[in-house]
T-cell receptor
C-alpha cells in the first residue's frame, strides 16, 4: 500500500532555532517528492520538489534531503522565524504521466514561538 | 504565476442542500483536482479532470459529483450535503511537468 508518514506530528521551537522534519514513504513506482507549506486556513504552497537522482535541494532557509535507498526525506529549517509557523506536508508522486497519483502525508504542525 | 481561485473561503450550508464549490485557474492547464482535507487524514482526492467534460473518480467520490464545462473551471457538487462532508476543500491544478498549485481552500460547514 502506498503510504507517506511524517514525524513528528507537531513541534514547538523558539524563534531563531533550527529544526528538522521527517518523511518516510513506501510508494512505488516513485516519481518525485515535494514538500509543501500550508498556513492555517490556506492552501498548500510548494517549497521544493526532488526527483529520484537528487539528494539535496534548498529554497532559502529550507533544505530538503532525499535518500531514495531508505525512502526517507527530511526538511531542515534554519534560523526559524515566526512566519515559519505552519503545517508542512510531504507529498510523493507515484507512477508517471501528467496525472500520476499524489500520496499525501498528514503533515507536521510547526509552531515557532518568540 | 498560476493562480487557482476558489469562489468562497467559508460556507455554511444545511443538511440536504445542494452545494456548489467553484474553482477557476488562469493558466491553460488540462488537469484539475478536488481534494478534501481533514485533521489526521491528510488530503484525499475526490475527483480529477484531465480535459473538458472529462472526469475521473478519486479515492473518495461518494456523495460528490463534478463538472468541467470549460477548461479553466472545475466545479465540485455536493448533491445533498451531510454533516460528514464538513471539511476543508482544496482545488488544485498542474501535473508532473508543471508541478501542482493549490487554491486557498473553502472551509465548508454543514449543519
Amino acid at each position: 500500500k502506498n503510504q507517506v508518514e511524517q514525524s513528528p506530528q507537531s513541534l514547538i521551537i523558539l524563534e531563531g532555532k533550527n529544526c528538522t522534519l521527517q518523511c518516510n514513504y513506501t510508494v512505488s513506482p516513485f516519481s518525485n517528492l515535494r514538500w509543501y507549506k500550508q498556513d492555517t486556513g490556506r492552501g498548500p504552497v510548494s517549497l521544493t520538489i526532488m526527483t529520484f537522482s537528487e539528494n539535496t535541494k534548498s529554497n532559502g532557509r529550507y533544505t530538503a534531503t532525499l535518500d531514495a535507498d531508505t525512502k526517507q526525506s527530511s526538511l531542515h529549517i534554519t534560523a526559524s522565524q515566526l512566519s515559519d509557523s505552519a503545517s508542512y506536508i510531504c507529498v510523493v508522486s507515484a507512477g508517471g504521466g501528467a496525472t500520476n497519483k499524489l500520496i499525501f502525508g498528514t503533515g507536521t504542525l510547526l509552531a515557532v514561538q518568540p | 504565476d498560476v493562480k487557482v481561485t476558489q469562489s468562497s473561503r467559508y460556507l455554511v450550508k444545511r443538511t440536504g442542500e445542494k452545494v456548489f464549490l467553484e474553482c477557476v485557474q488562469d493558466m491553460d492547464h488540462e488537469n484539475m483536482f478536488w481534494y478534501r482535507q481533514d485533521p489526521g487524514l491528510g488530503l484525499r482526492l475526490i475527483y480529477f479532470s484531465y480535459d473538458v467534460k472529462m472526469k475521473e473518480k478519486g479515492d473518495i467520490p461518494e456523495g460528490y459529483s463534478v463538472s468541467r464545462e470549460k477548461k479553466e473551471r472545475f466545479s465540485l457538487i455536493l448533491e445533498s450535503a451531510s454533516t460528514n462532508q464538513t471539511s476543508m476543500y482544496l482545488c488544485a491544478t498542474g501535473g508532473t511537468v508543471y508541478g501542482y498549485t493549490f487554491g486557498s481552500g473553502t472551509r465548508l460547514t454543514v449543519v
